[in-house]
């Protein structure tokens, strides 16, 4: 008894079925890479803090750890860390941009903001 052999079509439907499933790397690497990039953002964002909020509202400045704290309850609590679908490449793409290159540039504008006040 011979199997017929796969069509182009199937190919081509198992090769994408297979990129969309999460392989463990690129999971450990995500998390691993959330729990890195904590610092850096509580960072920049405890900066912020310092420069905008604590002269406007008279609020006690914040260490890097409570404002990423604080940033943890505000994306837990609108609910944004609800996903629809699994952890791809892409994903990990995405949040390594999200985590470095956006703080960075907010960075740079509060800085400016705050040197033109």
Known sequence: MTREAPSITELLDEWRRRQEEPSNPVWLAWLAFAFGSLPWT?????????????????????????????????????GSWLRSRRTTREDLHRDVIARIVVPAFALGLGWALRWLS
């Open 42 to 78: 509580g960072w920049v964002g405890s900066k912020l803090w310092l420069w905008f909020a604590v002269p406007a509202l008279g609020a006690e400045p914040l260490g890097w750890a409570s404002f990423a704290g604080l940033a943890l309850v505000a994306h837990y609590g609108g």
